[in-house]
């Protein structure tokens, strides 16, 4: 998993109105990594860490911990959106074409 980190210019206000439009515009003209920036930090991922990135987190183009809760009820969650994520996606047959590509 790749964070790009707070990246201004991609769209991500456009439908806030009014002064919190303006406040968020400031807020990511101060705060917000260019786009480049941004981008960057998913060719680092792809090209500069190897397989000692494989299912890690990268922040800052640092390999970095996961949240706590995956250490300790992990498989438990990522089963639970695993098989709702099968379910709400049932009606295309989803199952079978996952079996298909084993």
Known sequence: MVD?????????GRD???????ALKGFLGVAGRPTERG??????????HGKDSHGSFLMNCKNAPL???FY???TQLTDLVWNETLQEFKFTNVE?????MQ
């Open 16 to 22: 806030v109105k009014g002064p919190l439009s303006f």
């Open 72 to 74: 300790t009820d992990g």
């Open 39 to 48: 981008s960057a930090t998913y060719v680092d991922a792809v090209l500069g």
């Open 4 to 12: 790009p980190g707070l990246t201004k210019g991609t769209g991500l």
């Open 67 to 69: 949240a706590c809760w």
């Open 96 to 100: 079978e074409i996952i079996k298909s």
